[in-house]
T-cell receptor, first 116, second 110 residues
Framework: DAGVIQSPRHEVTEMGQEVTLRCKPISGHDYLFWYRQTMMRGLELLIYFNNNVPIDDSGMPEDRFSAKMPNASFSTLKIQPSEPRDSAVYFC??????????????FGPGTRLTVL | QKEVEQDPGPLSVPEGAIVSLNCTYSNSAFQYFMWYRQYSRKGPELLMYTYSSGNKEDGRFTAQVDKSSKYISLFIRDSQPSDSATYLCAMSFGNEKLTFGTGTRLTIIP
């Protein structure tokens, strides 16, 4: 398997623009996670899905953020409108389950977002 | 106060030294404790996990959990330049999401 695939790898946009990040999880994994990483706050869970259904979106910072998983092989994270404070690296991860350390989360390479 | 605290470093040690990385946490309900390694411009990858208290060894790496002190450690023996990375601790209640530390950036000097 190619692992978790994310696109684009880098995104530079201007404040107010819509940004869409994409993720293809590992085939057969039932869970998909979206994280955001910054120097100040570290790695934060934004939302996760089980079998394409959002389970916990308590980490989504505000209504400007939305995530969808229309099928088992594709998910999007959208920011509209974007703000400079959204600049971060966004990671997608997938796993077979969520049983602590026994269900390893496999991370994608991340999307580095810069909002000017 | 954050649920999981981790010294961000940076930490620089000479090749061959023993490295000690640590995290403290506040929620005694955490049951699973993990260490992830993240190379520059890459996603984190699971290095080791431990359930509840105790030690676990895997090659040059040893993970320790002290639940009474709410303190976990990762030791790296005979450190190599290839160990240079950011190390993140993570914890969960089991059947739940992970809570990560902010990560410690480690550099092994040849």
């Amino acid at each position: 398997d190619a692992g978790v695939i994310q696109s684009p790898r880098h995104e530079v946009t201007e404040m107010g623009q819509e940004v869409t990040l994409r993720c293809k999880p590992i085939s057969g994994h039932d869970y998909l996670f979206w994280y955001r990483q910054t120097m100040m706050r570290g790695l934060e869970l934004l939302i996760y899905f089980n079998n394409n259904v959002p389970i916990d979106d308590s980490g989504m910072p505000e209504d400007r953020f939305s995530a969808k998983m229309p099928n088992a092989s594709f998910s999007t994270l959208k920011i509209q409108p974007s703000e400079p404070r959204d600049s971060a690296v966004y990671f997608c991860a997938s796993s077979l389950g969520v049983s602590g350390g026994t269900d390893t989360q496999y991370f994608g390479p991340g999307t580095r977002l810069t909002v000017l | 106060q954050k649920e999981v605290e981790q010294d961000p470093g940076p930490l620089s040690v000479p090749e061959g030294a023993i490295v000690s990385l640590n995290c403290t946490y506040s929620n005694s309900a955490f049951q699973y404790f993990m260490w992830y390694r993240q190379y520059s411009r890459k996603g984190p990858e699971l290095l080791m996990y431990t359930y509840s208290s105790g030690n676990k060894e895997d090659g040059r790496f040893t993970a320790q959990v002290d639940k009474s002190s709410k303190y976990i450690s990762l030791f790296i023996r005979d450190s190599q330049p290839s160990d240079s990375a950011t190390y993140l601790c993570a914890m969960s209640f089991g059947n739940e999401k992970l809570t990560f530390g902010t990560g410690t950036r480690l550099t092994i000097i040849p």
